[in-house]
């Protein structure tokens, strides 16, 4: 089966810091499915690397996207989601795995806009975009539920 995955969670050093957040147990999926990676932040047009980024949700604003430096990011945040989103229906891939609390990948942890470290129930852009286009998504410790999902067995690692 197919599963578009965060590729920062595969080694890619695309983080807006230029560094990666590998992850075996995602890897170690490519071993029985093909993964089909994404970074929604530089498919948007990002540089790498970036000022960090994070949904407003302090004010109430979960679809827009401010950089550190307070400029409105949102346009690049919304391109990237959906090209994400477009690769992965192209792609057949059945779910998604993606990186907890980014502002494009996290699934139900976001920083909270207010740069302070505050983590906050939410999901980013494109999590929310590829629940909406009917792909089920699992951060990078749920992979014993994607295993359920897809009718595996967990294995540990
Ligand atoms: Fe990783 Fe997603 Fe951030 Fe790209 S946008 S670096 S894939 S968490």
């Known amino acids: 089966m197919r599963i578009a995955v965060s590729v920062c ?3 890619e050093p695309c983080r807006y810091d230029g560094q990666s957040a590998s ?3 995602v890897a170690q999926l490519g071993e029985e499915h093909i993964l089909v990676p994404v970074c929604p932040e530089v498919m948007g ?5 970036r000022d960090p980024s994070e949904i407003q ?3 109430g604003r979960p679809e827009e996207v ?3 430096r307070r400029l409105d990011v949102t346009a690049w945040f919304r391109k990237g ?18 990186k907890q609390r980014s502002p494009s990948c996290g699934t139900s ?7 302070s470290g505050t983590v906050v129930a939410g999901a980013g852009l494109t999590a929310r975009l590829m629940r909406e286009r009917g792909i089920p998504v ?12 897809l009718g595996q067995e967990p294995s540990t690692c």
């Open 57 to 59: 949700m302090a004010a």
């Open 109 to 115: 942890l976001v920083y909270d806009g207010t740069f």
């Open 81 to 98: 989601a959906e090209e994400a989103v477009s690769l992965a229906l192209d792609q057949e891939c059945v779910a998604a795995v993606l």
């Open 23 to 25: 992850c075996a147990s």
């Open 138 to 149: 699992f951060d990078e410790s749920q992979i014993g539920d994607l295993l359920s999902f």
């Open 45 to 49: 047009g990002l540089p790498t690397p």
């Open 66 to 68: 401010l950089n550190a």
């Open 9 to 11: 969670l595969l080694g």
